[in-house]
């Protein structure tokens, strides 16, 4: 069983701060209680972690604007290798 966090042990879990914990509270992303409790499954949320789905971020950049071509040529090649 996960314990629940305090504002501060979860703001330290996600790299934040107290302070964007609570920001993101008030932009409507409480938790259902309405407390300032953490619990492990909204870390998993934080982070992106689920155990039925898998996200693939692929990252890709030129030097200039006169490289679009190049972009969109990077960003095809990485779709076909890794959005399978």
Known sequence: MYKNHKPKEF???LNVSVLTLQRWDNAGFRIPTNRRYYT????????WITSSEKRIVIYTRVSTSNQKDDL???VEF???YYCR
């Open 11 to 13: 703001a330290e879990l």
């Open 40 to 47: 492990y499954e909204q870390y998993r949320e934080f982070k």
């Open 72 to 74: 969109k040529n990077q």
């Open 78 to 80: 990485l779709k076909q």
